[in-house]
């Protein structure tokens, strides 16, 4: 696999370059306990989880969290299955 570092658009106005390392956010009841789930749910599919890369912030009124990681991914097809994964959850809301 090639250094992420070293994979450059083919053109500027080209959308995601795989493989690469994307953010993904999930959106969900606070008490779900998604800053666990979330990763688990990515590693479920083979996909490497950057350390350190997780963050969180809850709602106004503290009833949803979002959670954003940062993950490897080979291809599109494998980044369009974490999102459904994600969305699949019952306590997961939405996906950005």
């Not at 696999?1 to 969900?28: C, H, Y």
């Not at 749910?41 to 709602?59: C, T």
């Not at 009124?61 to 969305?87: I, K, Q």
Request: charged share 30%; proline share 6%; aromatic share 8%.
């Amino acid at each position: 696999m090639r250094d992420l570092d070293d994979i450059k658009p083919e053109s500027p106005d080209q959308g995601f370059q795989f493989p690469g390392a994307f953010e993904i956010t999930a959106l969900g009841r606070a008490d779900a306990d998604l800053e666990h789930r979330v990763p688990e749910l990515l590693k479920g599919l083979g996909l490497a989880v950057l350390q350190g890369s997780l963050r969180s912030k809850p709602s106004r009124e503290g009833n949803y969290v979002s959670v954003s990681v940062t993950f490897t991914c080979p291809d599109r097809e494998t980044y369009d299955a974490a999102h459904a994964a994600l969305r699949a959850d019952d306590a997961i809301r939405w996906t950005l």
